[in-house]
């Protein structure tokens, strides 16, 4: 198929979120950037409710497509499978795009042909657990930023071409898809560029997919590193130099951590409380 220039196919991947989904499609309505066609991929959902919404989308911009449930991976390269741009966004059902993010994203790709993936900082919210506004900040980079750690949110936008390199997301990964996705795109010399401004909403939800992959994470990187394995052998040095730099920056915070809670610091942070106190007050 030819693939549409500038044409972005967004694709939702789609099971039992019809609470969520329309909150999606509309941060993508509400884009500045217009040319965009929206691939929802329903997965096999069996909710009554997520079903009726699904049947009452009548959005000339949005198609439905169903299929049995074969989870996130299989869902994306489904509606990739059906999509007719050059470009792709992948978007989770209970997550959000702000309004600006594909008019300044979609540039990048455009003017670097070396980027073969865009992202943006991510902002949680519809946290229970008291982390709303936590802002993470992924560095994007080359193949080497990402052996040991996640440097892209798995909502992006890609090059199909990229998708085509990778040879699509591995459907037999339950978890850290997207991670597995960005090395396969970078072993083909493609860079992720990270816009450095929060352009996304996570919704941070008790039974999320990243939550469950974290209490698998040894599995999963297991999984990982055999998929890319003469990748991960070329680079055994850098690899193991990153591992450590995590470790010294763990062994620092912990040591902070530490010194914080210690009686020299707690008697210095008593005695210095009223002059934080008369700096803070509004004299007038």
């Known amino acids: ?23 999606a499609i ?11 066609e929206v691939i929802v991929v329903d997965d096999g959902s069996d909710d009554p409710q997520s ?57 990048i790709l ?6 073969g993936v865009v992202t943006c900082h991510v902002i949680r919210f519809g ?17 080497s930023d990402f052996l040991i750690e996640n440097n892209c ?23 850290f898809e997207d991670w597995d996705f960005w090395i396969g795109v970078t072993e083909h010399g493609w860079r992720i560029h990270a816009i ?6 996570y919704r941070d939800t008790p039974g999320s997919l990243l939550k469950t992959a974290k209490r698998h994470r040894p599995d999963l990187m297991k999984k990982i590193v055999e998929n890319h394995l003469e990748t991960y052998r070329s680079r055994v040095a850098d690899v193991i130099f990153r591992m450590e730099l995590g470790r ?4 620092t915070e912990q040591a902070s951590r530490i010194a914080m809670r210690s009686l020299p610091c707690r008697i210095g942070n008593a005695l210095l409380a009223p002059v934080k106190w008369a700096r803070r007050r509004p004299w007038s």
């Open 153 to 175: 949110c798995g909502n992006a936008l890609f090059r199909y071409r990229c998708w085509e390199d990778a040879g699509g997301y591995d459907e037999e990964l339950r978890g």
């Open 196 to 201: 450095p401004e929060v352009l996304f909403d």
């Open 26 to 36: 509309d941060s993508i309505l509400a884009q500045t950037y217009r040319d965009f």
């Open 127 to 143: 946290s229970k657990t008291g982390l709303d506004g936590h802002i993470w900040r992924p560095k994007g980079g080359t193949v």
């Open 51 to 107: 079903l009726a919404v699904l049947e009452a989308i009548r959005i000339p911009q949005v198609s439905i497509h169903r299929k049995s449930n074969g989870h996130l991976a299989s869902a994306r390269n489904y509606g990739i499978q059906r999509s007719r741009g050059e470009l792709i966004l992948t978007l989770d059902a209970d997550d959000r795009f702000h309004s600006t993010f594909l008019e300044k994203a979609v540039p």
């Open 1 to 23: 198929m030819n693939r549409k220039p500038g044409l972005v196919s967004v694709v939702i991947p789609f099971y039992n979120h019809g609470r969520f989904l329309m909150e």
């Open 248 to 251: 010294d920056a763990v062994i």
């Open 110 to 115: 455009e003017n670097n042909p070396d980027v």
